[in-house]
Every structure is written in structure tokens, then in C-alpha cells.
């Protein structure tokens, strides 16, 4: 059933009162409460809301259209699974009817529903019950927000698959409720539902007749020979006061009347009297609100009762003190008020005994609205456990146990049955036996018991607010039978069943489940993930010792957590409690967690640590074995587990009385030996003298943990495969001194350094292994060196292995220095410096190599020492450039020392530099003193140690002009020279041209050599100790070969390589001014201005390339001036494509390269490392003589 009520229809003077109930799949049911005259219908008849809205009589006041004028009716709504206030229904009803459909909805933004201590309620309800007229289902539509903790938690109204109301939470709309001091709580799941399908009471009043003198009964258990139970007001009208679904009393008497049933000399209450002697049963169930506490006299609420000496069942505002004398008004000074008491008769005789008394706790009786419930039952248990309860507001407020058994008499059953009860005590002998065994209960009639119940006499009466003697039979007060209840009756209903606590809570307060996840945040993992917990608010009889009124919170979960690497935890009970409140403080009450270790299993005991929102987990004491695979098994253990401060790290500590561990245990009977075998000594715990931890976490990991070559050491245990494996690192700092060398660039007879002698500190790393096999360590170690450079550089020993456990560190660096003498090239060579090498820098988003030292791209003054350079000293040899750049210096013995001071930085020293340099090269050039050729020694000096851009290093080198087509030629290039002769094909033959056709490649060597003083270039250096005598003319014909070179006046300190803007097409004749020219000069400055110049060029239409030795993997190799590491690289590699920015360095291996540096008097050369430490513009370097590459 999703919601029943009753709906009032005021019209034409008449009401109209009847219950409706509606189901998910029958719709609205309503049943006619009361009939007004001229309706030829029953009482209690059922119809659906099709018939009902086609009654005539219903149709002129509920009419199809708009909402109805609810001045033309009042209903209630009531919720099983939802209350409200004052009780579990609402009055503030829209009743919507058009052609189609009927929808009964309510609105109300007040708030509701109060939890028995407050911690939850509801507020703003909004819903709707539509059923389309030509169909039987209902739909439902709405929301309800729900307060718990302070958050509001808006619940979406549905059908459950029992067909039951129920508010849901809507997950998509995630909320949290917070958990203080612990954590919060993320719901999953706020769902509001009804409990079990409530029992239907033999008698029901809701009050909403709104005006007359009758009370009708709502119950639907009626019979022709047990009809409904309808009250008559009997006091005058001003005594009671009807309100919206209630009715206030003050001196008044409601009691049952009906007029057939007394014609047959039979009670008013005959239907309850039947129920009772069938049940043996009984539950009164009440919704008050006394006007007042400590009314003067006991006031009844509810009896079934003859007279004051003969109530049945009675309940009243007031202390059971009274009973003792029921009807005495004398007595009313010395009882307590403030309680409520119920009656029950059992027998004849005991009348108003004190163990047939239940009565509320002290100062329970408020003025506020109070669901007071009685039940009583049969005890077929063969004990004398309580059978008679007494609830206020849904919770047990007292019980006891009351004696019915009276032999076989009494006054719930027949006299031929008795209870196991009664057979048990029979046995042992009844000390609650009737003084007169054979007097009939009171339920039976004196003279006929077999026929007549003498208790369904007309005099026996229900009623309420007062005795039924109040008024005498002809109407008249009589004040000494006077026990009125002043205040407000909003339903009564009596079942002839014992209600469970279950359902009497259920209908005080809904079944709410609140699931969710709970994050301990002060806890570290895995109690800091979601735990599926179940929140229970106060008072659920599902919850052992409900009365406690305490919210509880309970997590259960069997999901398997890691705690740690090897380290889980399996099982986590825990349980929270906390006193109702709008912002409870939930105090930790009770949990355990079970868990394994290296596959073995730990239980712990969950407990409040030390810090607020804090657990600490403790393990038996002393119990633990924890079994280290086939190694050996760690005995007498007790462990302990605890967040640190931060909450984010677990912290764990062990006690036991073993003070060491052989790792693995000796299997074979024979004695330890330190030279073999392993043995891991314990730390003491808290410095006890016998107690040791051997057990912790470290790392985020469980370690174990003692002493070896006596530093700390910790092991992890981890299974590997089925093996298990201990793991360990221990580092040791051990000072050493060694000499190294020669030391050799790896795989090459290029030797870096002859002889490097160590003073430092090896921090040498020992990863040990500890299987059942054994011992096993990988050994390796790093120190530090001061290099050429000034620069430290960490060295790494490669590491090693170890199956044997060293006696002392010292046999650990042995075997290291033995480890780096045996691969010294390959530690050093990557790392060693020079005091000077070639690094790489940006300037202007331009990459710029220079000579100095790493991350220091700062221009620093360079000096350098030349051979001579001029034939005669003079002050005029000592030049200095404009800008004071370089500055050249004649020393005493005509040596020459040349000064580079680079300008500070600024946006535009580079160009400075070069315009400089400029002006440098042309002073020395032009000084009539410079022994000719020497320049180009000059020039490579300067080029090997000014800062270049990496695309001007061929211009400061080779004197590289691509826009005007030129480079200069040094001795030691070597030129290739691609011929092609002219071929003529006669004209007859029309597949064919004329032109110029390969004819083969000459390679022609460069080479100085001295003629007197001067350092002349030619093209051959067998040639140039002959000199032979040409007369070709090859500045007109051309040179046909290296010979034509020789003739006289074409050999020159320098030469020049011109290649015109236009070059000779392949086909036709050639012009020598299309052809690449090598022009000669005493001076650079003539070859610049074309003056005093001896120029020729090689027949035919020839391609002249100059190429320049490198070493590649150790082997010369010619490749053509311009060529750069990465096209050299390409001929190896494949080096992919990449934007500006990546790094190519690690796809193509990093390759190792060298320059040379050449320094004094003989010209001495040396390498100097290239590092290769930015991104793709590293290679794109061009390569110069004598670049050493090892890839």
C-alpha cells in the first residue's frame, strides 16, 4: 500500500466521510465510512475512483477542471513509510480531477518527522498520487528533503518492487555527511521505506468527522455479528472541540453506543470482546497530547470497562498508585502525575493487583503530541519473560511480565486451554494460584458458560477521556466516578494481536538506510579509501540495545586492501557511536581486522588511538608466528599498528623474546660460519633488555628489520613466484686512494689522460638477496672527482655480484677497486673534462659553441702562444684591433702571443666579435712584416677559441662566403674534381646532344711547402719538390690536371675557390667565367679585392669540391668542407625528423665527439670534448679538420 487517509465531503449541510487507500496496482480504493441518508449503499462499501466520482452525490462537489475548492472538503494523507506532524499524516490535501485523470497531491515546507532524539527530520515535501481513469496503476511524483547531521539530503519519491512508497537518494547528486572526529561519509544510498505491511486494528478513529456527536470507526474488520464500534459524544458540545483530523476533550465522555447490539443485551464493544477471547492478544495504540502534566486525579484516556470496580483494560495519565483504590477520590495527593499506566485484568478475583499494572517511567507525560502504545501476549516460551510492553514514541519504555494463567481459567483464554507456562508451573507449584480455583474467569457468564459471555453485557463499554460511569444511564453526573483526560486524541486504534517492536516503531518512524562510503581521512591507506558502511539512526530495533538511542555506524567489508606491497588487510569490522545531534561527535566503540602477511594470517583488534579520528590495531599478545617462506619462521610475535602524526603513514611495532634470525636457518646440522652464512641480530625494543623489534614499515613497505656489519639493515620480504625473497640495501661511505690509468676513449687507441690519481670516498650500495638457496648481493659505487676542469664528477663502478657475505665493509671496497681498475676507460670516459671543452649555448635563440667549461657560457679572456710570424721584429708586429678584441703581442724569441678578450655581453657582441675580427685579420694580413701563409695559422686559432655562432664556424675556419661563392684552401684539404669533357655528336643523329659529359674524378691533395720564407700551397707534394716547368697556359685553357698547376706564378701562401653566380650549362661551350675558378694571392686582402691575383680553372666542365680529413670510429675519413655531424651521422644512422626543440641525441646513441685544440710555438695539437647537450640545432655543427666522431 503506498498511502491511505480519509477525505471529508462537506455539502448541502450533510458530510461525507470516507477512507481511501491507494495501491501501486489497484489505484484509489475508497470505502464509505459513513452513508448519508437517502443513499441506498452499505457501510464500508468499496468502490474505485471511477464509481466513486460517478456518484451523484460526490459529483456536485468534486468536479472535473481545476483544483477543487478545498473549502468543500477536508482529507488526510498518511505515509507508512514517511511521518509527519502532529502524526504520521498530512492534511494540507490538493484533490486535481479532470476527464483523464484523479491526483491527490500535498505540499508542506514545515519541517517533519522528528527521530526519537532529534538527529533527523523531514522538510519540504512536495507529492503527487495520479491514477489515469482508464487505467487501475498509479504513478507516483515528488521529493522530500531530509536533515540529518545538519545536511540537507533531497529524497526522490518512487514504487518499490513490493509496490511500496519509497524515497530514494539520488546518487548523481553526491553529498557527504561528515563524521566527526573520523571522516565523511559519501552517500550511495538514503532510502526511505516503509517496514512490513501493517496489521489492520479491530477498531480505528482518525477524528475527522469535523462537526456532529459521533466518533466512527475506520476500521475495515467488521461483521454482521461484530459490527464497527462507532462513539457517541455524551457530554454536552462545548466539551469537546473538533479539529482537522483531531479532537480536543476537557471534561468530556466519548463512548461506544449501539442500539441494536444493547436491544440483544449484548456490548457496544462486542466486536473487541470476541477479538480478545479468539487472540488472547491485545495492543492499544494511541496518538495524545495532554493539555497538561500532573492532572488532578487519574485521568482515563481509554477504557473497556462496566464500571470502576469492573475495567477490563484501562489507559491512564497517571501513577498505578491509584488502582489499589479506583474510585476513591481521597487518595489523589500522593501519587505521582506525571506517568502513564495501563490495566490489564487477568481474573475474577485478583481485581487491580499491582503485577497486573505496567506503568511508564517517571516524568514521562509531556504536553507535546506522544504515540503510547501497550501490547500484551502469551508467553508460550515456559518462562516468565516480560509479555507486557508499553512504548513511548516508538521506543520500549517499560515491561514486565503478568500472570494469565490462572489453572485453567483465566481471562484470555477458554477454560479448556492453558499455556506451556502454566503446565511448567503446575509442576513446580503455583504460587500465583487463585484463591478460588473453581470461581469462571470474568469473560464468562455466570450461569451459562457455555453459551454467554457475561462480559458482553450492555454495561461493558469502550470509551475515552473519562470512566463510563461518568454519566449515569439517564445522563447525569456522577462526580465521584469523575476521571476525565483533558486534551487532544488525533487516532486510537486496538489490535487484537501483540504488535512487534518492529512495527511499532515503524509506525512512529520510517525504516531509514543510509548507506555510503566512509573515508577515515586521518588514516592511513587503505583505511583513507571508501569503506561500504551502513549508518543506523537512534532507536531501530534492528540495533542491539535500540533503547540506547545512539546513532550507530557500522563498516563490514571483506574486500581484500593493501596495506602495503605483501601486506593486506582482508577483513574490516569497525563501529562507531554517537549521541543524536545536529553535529554529532562519534566516539569509536568497537572493531577488528584481519589481515595477512608473506601469506600469513594476523588478526588485529581495532582500538581508539591516542589522537582524535585516530585507530591503533594490536595483534594477540605473543602469539604470532609469521613464517618466512622456507628461510625461517619469526616466533612469539606480538604487532602493533598506528598512524603517525600526519595520519598519512602507518607505523608499525613488534615485541618478541628472540634476539636474532638466521636468514636462511641451517639445514644441514653443521655449525654457523661467518664466512657462508648470514645471521641478522635484532634491535632491542624501547632499549628493554629482553625484548626485540624485529618488525616494521619503512618505505611503505614491512621490513625486518637488525644489525649487520654493525649498521641498521631491513629486509622486505616479497614472494617471488612461489620463492620467497628477502631484500635488503645497505649503503657504506669508505675512504680510498688509487691511482688509474692510462685511461683510453672506450673501443679506441685515443688516450684520454695518462695517469689520474683518486683520493675520495666511495659510497658504495649492497642489495642483498635472502632465499633458502643463500646469500647473493649486487654490489656497485659512486665517488666523487675533481677534474681538469674544476668540475666534481660523480663516477659509477658498474655493479657486480657478491655470493658470499663480506667479514668487514673493507672486503666490499675491494672488491669495487677491483671492479674500476678492470673497466676504468669505460667509467671515466663519458664524464671526464677537460680544464677546457667545447660546450653549447643559445644567444638569440641561436645555438653558440664555445671553449670553457660547462654552464658557463660567459666570454673569458683566451691566450695563446704562436710560432713566428714575422720576418722581422718591429713595434709594428704588436697589433691590437679596433674594439681591443685581439691583440697580438711579439715576444722576444719572435714568438707570438695572441689575447682574446671577448666584449661583455650585450644584444649585439656577436656581431661585434666578428666585425672585429674583421679588422684584426686585415691589419695583420696587410702588415709588410707577416711572413706570407702564416695567417691561415692565426686564423685556426682564433676559430678554435672565440665563441661562434654555429652557422658562421666554416666562415671563421675556412673563410666559408655563401652568399659571394667562395672558401679558402688550406694545406691539408684534398680536392675532388668531377671532369666532363665536351662530346660532339653529329646532327644526323637526333637522339642525341652535344654537351659536356662525366669523364671521370681527380683528387688532388693540398700541401704547403716553404720557398724561402713563405708558405706556399700546390697541389701535389711529390710535385712540389720537382717544380717541373709547364708553359700551359691555364688561366685561358685551363689546367688539365695537377701537373698544369705547377706553372710558374700560380702557386700562392693562399688560394681561393670561386665558384661563379651563373654556372656553364651542361650542354654547349664553355665560357671560363662559368667555371669554377682557383684564384691565388701573396695576401687574403688581394684575394678579397681581386688585385695582384693568379687565377685558373681545371678543362672541361669541372666540379671542384674540397674536402677535409675527419676521424670517424677511429679511421680518417674525407668528407667535403660544409658537411655536418648530422649528415656524416646519416651514413650510419637513420636520425628521424623532429620539430625544433626535440632531442635527436638519444635516438641517434649520443655520439661521442672531439675537436682539436692547437696551442705554442710548434703548433703542439690536442682534443677537447664536444658536448652534446641541447636538442636538434647540436646536429647540425659543421665538422673541421681533424673532428674525431665515435658513435
Known amino acids: 500500500m503506498l498511502a491511505y487517509g480519509f477525505i471529508t465531503l462537506l ?32 457501510r464500508y462499501s468499496k468502490q474505485t475512483i471511477s464509481e466513486f466520482l460517478a456518484e451523484s452525490s460526490v459529483a456536485q462537489i468534486l468536479k472535473p477542471g481545476a483544483p477543487l475548492d478545498k473549502s468543500l472538503y477536508q482529507a488526510s494523507l498518511i505515509l507508512p513509510g514517511l511521518p509527519a506532524s502532529p502524526f504520521d499524516a ?62 540537507d539530503i533531497v529524497l526522490e519519491a518512487g514504487v518499490s518492487d513490493g509496490s511500496e512508497l519509497i524515497f530514494n537518494y539520488n546518487p548523481n547528486n553526491p553529498q557527504e555527511i561528515p563524521i566527526q572526529p573520523w571522516g565523511n561519509l559519501e552517500l550511495t544510498t538514503f532510502t526511505v521505506k516503509p517496514g512490513s505491511n501493517p496489521l489492520q486494528p479491530q477498531v480505528l478513529y482518525w477524528f475527522g468527522e469535523k462537526s456532529g456527536e459521533w466518533v466512527y470507526d475506520c476500521s475495515l474488520r467488521n461483521t454482521e455479528d461484530a459490527p464497527a464500534i462507532d462513539l457517541r459524544i455524551q457530554t454536552e458540545p462545548e466539551t469537546v472541540q473538533w479539529g482537522l483530523g483531531s479532537i480536543a476533550v476537557k471534561d468530556g465522555l466519548i463512548e461506544s453506543e449501539n442500539a441494536t447490539l444493547e436491544a440483544a443485551n449484548l456490548s457496544s464493544a462486542s466486536k473487541l470482546i470476541k477479538a480478545f477471547q479468539e487472540s488472547n492478544e491485545i495492543t492499544i495504540a494511541t496518538w495524545i497530547k495532554p493539555s497538561q502534566t500532573g492532572q488532578q486525579y487519574p485521568a482515563i484516556v481509554l477504557t473497556l470497562s462496566e464500571d470502576p470496580q469492573n475495567p477490563y483494560v484501562t489507559l491512564a495519565q497517571g501513577d498505578s498508585e491509584w488502582l489499589e483504590g479506583y474510585g476513591n477520590r481521597w487518595s489523589g495527593d500522593w501519587y505521582h502525575h506525571d506517568e502513564y499506566s495501563v490495566l490489564l485484568r487477568t481474573n475474577t478475583n485478583d481485581r487491580n493487583r499491582y503485577w497486573q499494572i505496567l506503568t511508564t517511567s517517571p516524568d514521562t507525560v509531556t504536553t507535546e503530541l506522544t504515540y503510547v502504545v501497550y501490547t500484551f501476549s502469551q508467553n508460550n516460551f515456559g518462562d516468565e519473560s516480560d509479555n507486557a510492553k508499553v512504548y513511548l514514541n516508538g521506543k520500549l519504555d517499560n515491561s514486565k511480565w503478568i500472570n494469565s494463567d490462572n489453572q485453567e481459567r483465566h481471562f484470555w483464554r477458554n477454560k479448556n486451554q492453558q499455556s506451556n507456562r502454566a503446565k511448567n508451573r503446575n509442576q513446580r507449584g503455583n504460587r500465583w494460584k487463585n484463591r478460588d480455583d473453581e470461581e469462571d474467569s470474568p469473560w464468562k457468564d ?41 486534551g487532544e486524541l488525533y487516532e486510537v486504534a486496538i489490535y487484537d494481536s501483540a504488535l512487534t517492536p518492529e512495527a511499532i516503531y515503524q509506525r512512529y518512524y520510517p525504516t531509514i538506510e543510509i548507506l555510503g562510503n566512509l573515508t577515515l581521512t586521518n588514516m592511513p591507506t587503505p583505511l583513507n579509501q571508501p569503506l561500504t558502511a551502513q549508518l543506523t539512526l537512534e532507536g531501530m530495533p534492528d540495533v542491539e540495545h535500540y533503547s540506547e538511542s545512539k546513532l550507530n555506524l557500522k563498516v563490514d567489508t571483506s574486500e581484500i586492501r593493501e596495506v602495503t606491497p605483501e601486506f593486506d588487510f582482508t577483513k574490516i569490522a569497525l563501529e562507531w557511536q554517537s549521541e543524536p545531534g545536529t553535529s554529532p561527535t562519534w566516539y569509536f566503540k568497537w572493531g577488528q581486522v584481519d589481515s595477512t602477511l608473506w601469506k600469513t594470517s594476523i588478526p588485529f583488534t581495532a582500538v581508539q588511538a591516542d589522537a582524535p579520528g585516530k585507530l591503533a590495531l594490536n595483534s594477540p599478545e605473543f602469539d604470532l608466528q609469521i613464517g618466512l617462506g622456507q628461510i625461517n619462521t619469526l616466533e612469539g610475535l606480538c604487532l602493533f599498528l598506528k598512524p603517525d602524526s600526519t595520519g598519512e603513514i602507518w607505523q608499525m611495532s613488534s615485541i618478541t623474546s628472540v634476539s636474532e634470525l638466521e636468514l636462511p636457518q641451517l639445514r644441514d646440522y653443521r655449525p654457523f660460519d661467518w664466512t657462508v652464512d648470514f645471521k641478522l641480530l635484532f634491535a632491542r625494543h624501547n632499549q628493554q633488555r629482553s625484548q626485540f623489534d624485529p618488525l616494521g614499515i619503512e618505505d611503505g613497505k614491512v621490513v625486518l628489520k637488525g644489525n649487520w656489519l654493525g649498521e641498521n639493515l631491513v629486509l622486505y620480504g616479497w614472494w617471488r613466484n612461489e620463492q620467497f625473497v628477502l631484500e635488503g640495501q645497505r649503503t657504506l661511505s669508505l675512504p680510498f686512494q688509487v691511482t688509474l690509468g692510462p685511461i683510453f676513449e672506450p673501443g679506441t687507441s685515443h688516450k684520454i689522460i695518462d695517469q689520474v690519481a683518486i683520493a675520495s670516498v666511495m659510497n658504495a650500495t649492497v642489495i642483498l638477496e635472502l632465499t633458502e638457496l643463500g646469500f647473493l648481493a649486487k654490489v656497485s659505487g659512486t665517488f666523487d672527482w675533481t677534474d681538469q676542469a674544476g668540475t666534481v664528477n660523480t663516477f659509477t663502478v658498474p655493479e657486480f655480484t657478491l655470493v658470499r657475505p663480506p667479514l668487514t665493509p673493507n672486503h666490499i671496497l675491494e672488491a669495487i677497486l677491483a671492479r674500476l681498475n678492470s673497466e676504468v676507460d669505460v667509467i671515466f670516459a663519458q664524464q671526464f673534462r677537460h680544464q677546457a671543452d667545447y660546450y653549447f649555448t643559445v644567444v638569440e635563440q ?55 678578450t671577448p666584449p661583455e655581453s650585450s644584444d649585439n657582441w656577436l656581431d661585434q666579435l666578428k666585425t672585429d675580427y674583421d679588422n684584426f685579420i686585415t691589419q695583420l694580413d696587410t702588415n709588410s712584416n707577416l711572413i706570407p701563409g702564416t695567417l691561415t695559422l692565426v686564423k685556426t686559432r682564433i676559430a678554435e677559441r672565440m665563441p661562434l655562432l654555429v652557422e658562421e664556424i666554416l666562415y671563421y675556419y675556412y673563410g666559408l662566403d655563401s652568399v659571394n661563392g667562395y672558401v679558402d684552401l688550406q694545406a691539408g684539404m684534398r680536392l675532388r674534381v668531377d671532369y666532363q669533357n665536351y662530346q660532339f655528336v653529329h646532327p644526323a643523329q637526333s637522339t642525341a646532344n652535344s654537351g659536356f659529359v662525366g669523364s671521370g674524378t681527380s683528387y688532388y ?5 716553404r720557398d724561402g720564407t713563405n708558405l706556399m700551397i700546390n697541389f701535389d707534394g711529390f710535385l712540389s719538390q720537382i717544380q717541373p716547368y709547364v708553359t700551359t697556359d691555364i688561366a685561358t685553357v685551363g689546367a688539365g690536371s695537377s701537373l698544369d698547376t705547377f706553372k710558374v706564378g700560380y702557386q700562392k701562401p693562399y688560394l681561393r675557390l670561386v665558384y661563379p653566380s651563373l654556372a656553364a650549362p651542361s650542354a654547349g661551350s664553355l665560357d671560363p667565367g662559368q667555371a669554377a675558378t682557383i684564384m691565388g694571392a701573396t695576401t687574403v686582402t688581394d684575394l678579397d679585392k681581386n688585385t695582384n691575383v693568379a687565377s685558373f680553372y681545371f678543362r672541361g666542365r669541372a666540379t671542384v669540391i674540397p674536402e677535409i680529413t675527419v676521424v670517424l670510429q677511429e679511421q680518417p675519413v674525407f668528407v667535403p668542407v660544409g658537411t655536418t655531424l648530422r649528415q656524416l651521422m646519416e651514413q650510419r644512422v637513420s636520425i628521424p625528423s623532429v620539430s625544433l626543440g626535440e632531442s635527436l641525441l638519444n635516438s641517434t646513441g649520443k655520439p661521442r665527439l672531439s675537436r682539436l685544440l692547437h696551442e705554442g710555438v710548434s703548433n703542439e695539437p690536442s682534443y677537447r670534448f664536444i658536448y652534446l647537450d641541447l636538442d636538434s640545432p647540436v646536429l647540425d655543427l659543421p665538422l673541421v679538420k681533424g673532428d674525431r666522431i665515435v658513435l
Open 11 to 42: 455539502s448541502l449541510g450533510s458530510e461525507y466521510y470516507f477512507k481511501y487507500e491507494i495501491d501501486a496496482q489497484t489505484g484509489f480504493q475508497i470505502y464509505w465510512i459513513t452513508i448519508p441518508e437517502g443513499l441506498d449503499k452499505e
Open 90 to 151: 498530512f492534511y494540507t490535501i490538493e484533490l486535481t480531477y479532470d476527464s483523464d485523470s484523479f491526483t491527490l497531491g500535498v505540499q508542506s515546507t514545515d519541517s517533519f518527522g522528528f527521530s526519537p532524539e532529534g538527529s533527523t527530520h523531514f522538510k519540504d515535501l512536495n507529492l503527487s498520487f495520479t491514477q489515469q481513469l482508464n487505467s487501475e496503476t498509479v504513478t507516483v511524483s515528488g521529493t522530500v528533503t531530509a536533515v540529518f547531521s545538519g545536511q
Open 446 to 486: 455466570r450461569d451459562d458458560q457455555e453459551l454467554n459471555l457475561w462480559t458482553n453485557d450492555p454495561a461493558v463499554k469502550l470509551a475515552l477521556a473519562n470512566d463510563v460511569l461518568f454519566l449515569d444511564r439517564r445522563g447525569n453526573s456522577r462526580r465521584n466516578q469523575d476521571f476525565p483526560w483533558e
Open 846 to 900: 641561436k645555438p653558440v659553441i664555445y671553449l670553457g667549461k660547462p654552464n658557463d657560457p660567459a666570454a673569458i679572456t683566451q691566450t695563446t702562444t704562436l710560432p713566428q710570424l714575422f720576418n722581422t721584429a718591429a713595434d709594428s708586429n704588436n697589433i691590437s684591433s679596433t674594439a681591443g678584441i685581439f691583440t697580438l703581442t711579439e715576444n722576444a724569441d719572435q714568438s707570438c702571443t695572441l689575447t682574446i
Open 1005 to 1009: 691533395s693540398l700541401n704547403s711547402y
